[in-house]
């Protein structure tokens, strides 16, 4: 079973917070753009049905593109640069 070290708990923190940020973002966006698009088709319930369709795929894409750029991002030398490893000396 390998080690849970600082730095890697520090890791999925910022990869975790990446993604939810970004899924917010989907959500907001997919939930507008699916009613105007549901009341495009159909005025009246197509607004609610785009909006809770449009928002369930908004979240989904805006986790998967935030899990990945918060992972490209910490894999990345410069963000490996900038980080420093917690030890006891700076804390």
Same mark, same amino acid.
């Given at each position: @079973? ?10 999925? $923190? ?8 970004? =899924? ?12 105007? *698009? =549901?009341? $495009? *088709? &159909? ?12 928002? &369930? ?15 490209? *991002? *910490? %894999? $990345?030398?410069? @963000?490996?640069? &900038?980080? %420093?490893? &917690? ?5």
């Amino acid at each position: @079973m390998p080690t849970i070290t600082a730095a890697l708990v520090t890791r999925i $923190s910022a990869v975790q917070t990446t993604e939810n940020v970004t =899924g917010a973002i989907g959500v907001m966006a997919g939930v507008e753009y699916g009613a105007i *698009l =549901g009341t $495009s *088709l &159909m005025p009246g319930i197509g607004t609610a049905i785009g909006a809770v369709a449009g928002g &369930m795929f908004g979240d989904r894409i805006g986790r998967v593109v935030g899990h990945r750029t918060g992972d490209f *991002l *910490l %894999k $990345s030398d410069a @963000m490996r640069n &900038m980080v %420093k490893p &917690m030890t006891q000396d700076n804390l």
